[in-house]
């Protein structure tokens, strides 16, 4: 029965990706968006790349659909760390509960909070960059001087200081938190754009007809930056899950007992030697994400930029 | 080059400002009152008496944050209440630890990175090329502590061949020679630096790689390959000689990852160093350690980054001259 | 090009091989190197609660007396002499003289004399220091010095334990070295990280975060210790303190869960050793709301906490967690105790007689699954220590049953040392409580009084106040009858479980791990290590693997 449902997920995936396909192959010319993604697809692991991740976002959306048993019941004691089997795929933790079913929802929290947070992120750099670019002099360099400090900071520091000092963290505060830390090398990436484009003649153009400064940067600025803020913000969301994974297994994180890819992992160190599936399979869960995440970014960032010499 | 080391202090002086607003900012805005009886351990009455002289307690905020620079600027770091000690005697025992960690792991990080970079740039569109690429990548995307834990999970049932714990064998240290007990420490460290070269030498692989690349196109190496010198010469003398070059200043953005990635390493690996003290500090919320945490690894990163720079600025010739 | 470049990694690995492995066993005097979880934070007595303190602080530091194995704690006679060699007892019974051994020394050379104790009591009942072990010797009026030799004390009633809490609660301290020291400044003094005692070990160093070490005090007033050497291995978490063992890097570890034990199975140069333990495990519940004062919400009516009780399959709970062969806990009492007899009442399993309870009391049931009074939501936070796994996962198992009966759950989890001090402060809801029991029955004097409760101390965080409870146990105290004393704690114990401050959960006696190489003494059932110099490693030698101690303190 409920192999069933993963059938049926199966060929909506599959589907899914071979439009995708058909699209990229679609060789007449036209936008510059087919011909990037005509490059995109000319990268093999960047096209797995995002199957991949399509696949994982499907599982996530299906995830209450797809799992086997309720995360967070708790089954017969006899149960406990149980060997994984066919009833119970990556088999049980310590509290007899099903550690398939909670590495599908933990993947879905864990996915959906490094998006939202990326999001946070790549919105406050983008206003942080434009008005520090825009704003120039003094202004500027302070700003910039503030996104140094927040870089000379390792990320994870940062973290722990803030979710200690603010702990219990509800999953919402994780998800500002994560975002309010993530921003400083999209804000530096997009102050860059901002710059490079005030030197241009069409904005000089444009001032001197008397447009504002806004309609210029929506007309000029923006679509300019797209491009590098979305490499920057595909690549960042690979650490933004990383570092939720870490504070979730510091225990700082998302809380007991909802699942995320890091808190199981907590779950299974004690048990390493006797029941290691409780802390491979969230784990493997993690580098799988990333790496599509990783992969995808930097097809992106090759298919997207026809100026940069092919290094391939 | 004075010029230049001097403008570097001051940004890094400034950096290392922003800093300690930071996290003064942070102390204040955070729940609970940093400098009480926090999680019900009572406070010593002279500590309490030398936080109020010290940190100007009773006075406004803006006096405060005053203090609190003076404070820090002078050493002071607080007190850690889960320790029941100053916060520096806590970093005069851990730091050396972490930087002895960071020292290893960034020579074999850049050892692997620079090496993998080399191989792949000259192996170019090759097997070599793509693997090397690929697994360094996916080591790369592997959150740190998993990758501890797989290890420690590898060399502490299956092959036990490394220690998985500690600094020292703490039997034998006392009555070692300095070269066993050097050795013994070098053993030691070969797990937790070998996770944080697995994670970090990807990003330097690549950009070494294209530095490579870049290098190879120059004017002067198609020249040198036209009179007909051999290829791993060329590679040897000039292309490595200045695709080492930008290499160098990726220091300054490895050393933020690799702190980082030493607190998980070193708590898995119970390395006693700045990163294990601060996960530790989060079971017993200890605020003046994390934060103090915060400060010193920014402090870190300023003082590699002014060393990355002053390197840069010695290995090449026209920086120098400007 | 390669090759020389190659060079320095080579030496450098070639070091790392050759380090390590120590070959000549017989240069190494024999060693006992326990892991575990905890490093201490200050080494002197007085002013920690740290269970690695108290160890280290144990072999360094002596009682007056100790208690025999078999823990009689009433009178005199199950007694053994420690720093002091004898004692009298005057007619009246008002005072007792202890005599000290002249051979005692502190590890610095001066002799043990009379004032140290002077001293030591005074310290130890002075309010800005705040021992633990103050309102035990509450009731010693004084102590002075008879001569130089004589200590003695006073006291201004008899009772049945007053020698055990004259002789046998706190540390001697070395005066020459401290009593220049204000009270409120011991806590920074540098004594705490390098202390002088007069035990058969003496300190040699601390390594923060990782090691403690102790070696033999050869002049030992009571004979040579037979193990030379003494490590505490510090470990981030319980996990790791295990895998030193496994490894061979400790050769003792103090507490072995369940899935250790079976892993052990497989170590044949690794034996477990099963030792009785006064340790009781419960969901203490704080009556008091969080200013301290008014009742708590939901754990000031006693219906709603024994209808809590009767929510919770302790038996499932203790069985999924540790083992079939755990005993729940009836109370905070061990089951070893003269004091305990079988028909004592048992709040049953119950849970629809929980949530009938819960209504008659006015928790309504809300859509959400949660239930509701007066606009208070039945809602609370579980306090566990990181440092125990078992207790993180009975917490979860707890927030799963009270969830079927409309209560919600959340979890919190501190270190060790924080989760004390949220206790001693009253700064929690319910928290998962591991008590070491006093040797003595009488011990639940200390913990559940409503003196206890006024005294604002570490001790009754949960504010349990009955008139009835402290008249049962008052008597039974002072009952110089045992048979007597007996119903009387019946009665006491029987008010106590049914009033419900906490959920008992259950008692643990310890399953310890070593080598087989460790011949361990007895193990007492209070403090497993006070016997420690008393042990032997094997072949008297030690090598970098097996062969070595090591103790393991662990805030499980």
Known sequence: MFALRWLAAGILVVSLCAALWRLARRRDSGSRFQGALARYAAHPSAVIALAVLIVLYCVAAFAPWLASHDPIEILAPSLVNHAPSATFVFGTDYAGRDVFSRVLYGARLSLTVALLATLISVLIGTAYGVTAGFAGGALDAIMMRIVDAFLAIPRIVLLIAVGTLWSPLSV?????????????????????????????????????????????????????????????????????????????????GVPDPTPSLGNIIRDGTPYLASAWWVALFPGLALVITALAYNLAGDGLRDAMDPRQVDRS | MRRLLASRLLQGIAVVWVVTT??????????????????????????????????????????????????????????????????????????????????????????????????????????????????????YSMPDFWLALMLALLFAYWLPIFPISGIENVIAAPTNSWWQRAGDHLRHLVLPVTTLMLMTCAGIARFQRAAMLDAMRLDFVVTARAKGVPEHAIAGHHVLRNALLPVITLAGITLPSLLGGAVLVELIFSWPGMGYITAMAVGSRDYALVTSSVLVTSVLVVLGTIAADVLYAIADPRVRAA | MRPHRALPAIALLLLAACGGHDRNAATHPSTLVMSLPADADNLLPPLTTNETASQVGALMFEKLVEPGDALNTVGDAGFRPSLADSWTWSADSLSIAFHLDPKAHWHDGVPVRANDVVYSFRVNASKDVGSPVGPLIAIVDSVTARDSLTPVFWFHARSP??????????????????????????????????????????????VSGSSIELDADTTFHRGRPKVDRLIWSITPSPDAAILRLFSGEANFTEYLRPQDVAQLARHPELKAVHHPALQVFYMLLNERAANGRSPH????????????????????????????????????????FWSYDSTL????????????????????????????????????????????????????????????VGAKVDIERVDFAAFNGRQQAHQFEAALVGMGLDPTPSGIQQEWTTQAARANGPSNAGKYESAQFDAYVDSAVRAMDPAKAKSYYHQAYATIIEDAPAIWLYESSLVSGMSTHVQPATMRADMWFVHLADWTVGDGAATSGSGSVALAASAH
């Open chain 3, 297 to 336: 919400p939901i754990f000031g009516d006693r219906e709603v906490r024994r209808a809590l009780t009767m929510a919770v399959d302790r038996r499932r709970a203790v069985n999924t967690v540790l083992d079939s062969l755990t005993p729940v806990a009836a109370g905070p009492f061990s089951s070893a």
């Open chain 2, 22 to 139: 930071l996290t003064f900012v942070l102390l204040h805005l955070a729940p609970g009152d940093p400098y009480a009886f926090r999680e019900g351990v009572p406070v010593a009455p002279e500590v309490l008496q030398h936080w109020r002289h010290v940190y100007c307690l009773d006075r406004p905020v803006s006096a405060q944050y005053v203090c609190y620079l003076r404070s820090v600027a002078s050493g002071d770091l607080g007190y850690s209440l889960s320790q029941h000690r100053p916060v520096r005697d806590i970093l005069i025992d851990y730091v050396p630890r972490t930087l002895e960690l960071m020292f290893f792991g960034m020579l074999a990080s850049f050892a692997l990175g620079i090496a993998l970079g080399v191989l792949e740039a000259r192996r170019r569109g090759t097997f070599a090329d793509w693997g090397s690429r690929g697994i360094s990548l996916f080591f």
């Open chain 3, 345 to 404: 009442p048992r709040l049953p399993y119950a849970p629809d007689s929980a949530r009938a309870i819960l209504d008659r009391r006015g928790w309504v049931m809300g859509p959400d699954g949660v239930r509701h009074k007066n606009g208070v939501a039945l809602h609370f936070t579980i306090l566990a220590p990181s440092t125990s796994t078992v207790r993180q996962q009975m917490a979860v198992l707890l927030q799963d049953m009270f969830k079927q």
């Open chain 3, 161 to 206: 334990e007053q020698f055990y809490n004259a002789g046998s609660q706190i540390r001697i301290l070395p005066a020459h070295l401290l009593q220049s020291i204000p009270d409120s400044a011991l806590k920074t003094a540098p004594f705490g990280r390098q202390p002088v005692g007069s035990g058969p070990y003496r300190f040699a160093r601390w």
């Open chain 1, 172 to 252: 919402t505060s994780l998800v500002i938190v994560l975002g309010l830390t993530a921003w400083f090398a999209t804000s530096r990436l997009v102050r860059a754009e901002v710059l490079s484009i005030k030197e241009r003649e069409m904005v000089a153009a444009a001032r001197a007809l008397g447009a504002r400064d806004l309609a210029i940067v929506r007309r000029h600025v923006l679509p300019n930056v797209l491009t590098p803020v979305l490499v920057a913000a595909t690549l960042g969301v690979a650490g933004v899950i990383i570092n939720e994974a870490a504070l979730s297994f510091l225990g700082i």
